[in-house]
């Protein structure tokens, strides 16, 4: 098959389109025709080397962690899937043309929702939906959502409304003419002291940037509320003991991945895709989307 090859950390110039053995399907997994791979920010970070120490790669090593695809066949023991389905997922070393995945982490694409742009949902909708969870927000409450015009922003959104919350979509003053695609309550330009100062009390924080922003807005949040987020704590933690903290790391849930690609079919939940290219354009993706060009899927 071809694959994305990487033989040593680097640059985006280090991702080279080669042959690359086919992978086989073992006890459990499920081998997949990719339709589609998506460009997320671990993949390069992975390739710069910057996860070594706790997701290292073994070289010549494949990478990629978002896909969508076919299954063309089955390993022992493997049920509740046959050849044909459309499944997505996230797996390991999806660059290429094929990927082996075990079974317990596929879902199938839901009936209407297009094979190629399932793609650019797992890694982000997963992640936005338990980082909305861990807050723990009930009916009724008030949440911000910083970094909401971000696929994973935009996942812990739809989120919070379904649980009935009040949703502030926390961006940039640049970002406002996106703010009515994001379903959010009210819209609050974090780069604008003013606005961020008139914020009301709040019952939780999903946090999707991290940085600054996230230490300014854990004094906004009321005793006992949560500050969730899928980065690093704030430093400033601990001068907030009656704030309770939540650090998300997204887990693979069927039910979730099956859910949420059910909102954005039905247009409940939209997940912009900026491009798609060539499977052998990873390098020139990677440093797009390194950029902030918006989510990238490779079609093989």
Same mark, same amino acid.
């Given at each position: 098959?071809?694959?994305?090859?990487?033989?040593?950390?680097? +640059?985006?110039?280090?991702?080279? #389109?080669?042959?690359?053995?086919?992978?086989?399907?073992?006890?459990?997994e499920v081998?997949?025709?990719?339709?589609?791979a998506?460009?997320?920010?671990? !993949?390069?970070?992975?390739?710069?080397?910057?996860?070594?120490?706790? #997701?290292?790669?073994?070289?010549? *090593?494949l990478?990629?962690?978002?896909?969508?695809?076919?299954?063309?066949? @089955?390993?022992p023991?493997?049920? +509740?899937?046959?050849?044909?389905?459309?499944?997505?997922?996230?797996?390991?070393?999806?660059?290429?043309?094929?990927?082996?995945?075990k079974a317990?982490?596929?879902?199938?694409?839901?009936? +209407?929702?297009?094979?190629?742009?399932a /793609?650019?949902?797992?890694?982000?909708?997963?992640?936005?939906?338990? @980082?909305? &969870?861990?807050?723990?927000?009930?009916?009724?409450? $008030?949440?911000?959502?910083?970094?909401?015009?971000?696929?994973?922003?935009?996942? *812990?959104?739809?989120?919070?409304?379904?649980?009935?919350? $009040?949703?502030?979509?926390?961006?940039?003053?640049?970002?406002?003419d996106? &703010?009515?695609?994001?379903?959010?309550?009210?819209?609050v *330009?974090?780069?604008?002291?003013?606005?961020?100062?008139? @914020?009301?009390?709040?019952? &939780?924080?999903?946090?999707?940037?991290?940085? =600054?922003?996230?230490?300014?807005?854990?004094?906004?949040?009321?005793p006992?509320?949560?500050?969730? $987020?899928?980065?690093a704590?704030?430093? !400033?933690?601990?001068?907030?003991p009656?704030?309770?903290?939540?650090?998300?790391?997204?887990?693979?849930? =069927?039910?979730?991945?099956?859910?949420? +690609?059910? *909102?954005? =079919?039905?247009?409940?939940?939209?997940?912009?895709?900026?491009?798609? @290219?060539?499977?052998?354009e /990873?390098?020139? /993706?990677?440093?797009? &989307?390194?950029?902030?060009?918006?989510?990238?899927?490779?079609?093989?």
């Open positions: 098959m071809k694959a994305i090859v990487v033989r040593q950390y680097g +640059g985006p110039e280090v991702l080279k #389109y080669e042959d690359f053995p086919d992978p086989v399907a073992g006890a459990s081998l997949i025709k990719v339709a589609a998506s460009v997320n920010p671990i !993949d390069y970070k992975r390739r710069a080397g910057l996860t070594k120490d706790f #997701y290292p790669l073994n070289f010549p *090593a990478i990629g962690t978002d896909l969508s695809g076919t299954v063309v066949k @089955l390993g023991g493997v049920e +509740g899937f046959s050849v044909g389905d459309q499944v997505f997922a996230m797996a390991d070393n999806s660059y290429a043309e094929l990927c082996v995945a317990a982490v596929l879902a199938k694409v839901p009936k +209407g929702l297009d094979l190629i742009d /793609a650019a949902l797992p890694l982000v909708t997963v992640t936005g939906n338990q @980082l909305l &969870a861990a807050t723990g927000i009930q009916a009724g409450q $008030t949440v911000i959502v910083l970094g909401a015009a971000g696929n994973v922003g935009r996942s *812990a959104v739809f989120t919070a409304k379904t649980r009935g919350a $009040t949703v502030i979509a926390g961006i940039l003053k640049k970002q406002m996106a &703010a009515k695609s994001i379903g959010a309550d009210q819209a *330009a974090t780069d604008d002291e003013a606005a961020m100062a008139n @914020l009301p009390p709040l019952d &939780a924080v999903a946090d999707a940037v991290g940085g =600054r922003t996230a230490e300014k807005l854990i004094a906004k949040i009321k006992g509320g949560v500050f969730a $987020t899928a980065l704590l704030p430093q !400033d933690a601990a001068k907030y009656s704030v309770k903290m939540a650090h998300v790391f997204s887990k693979f849930d =069927r039910k979730t991945l099956e859910f949420m +690609g059910e *909102a954005v =079919r039905d247009g409940k939940l939209v997940i912009p895709i900026s491009q798609k @290219l060539p499977l052998r /990873a390098a020139q /993706a990677q440093a797009i &989307a390194e950029k902030g060009g918006g989510k990238i899927l490779l079609v093989p």
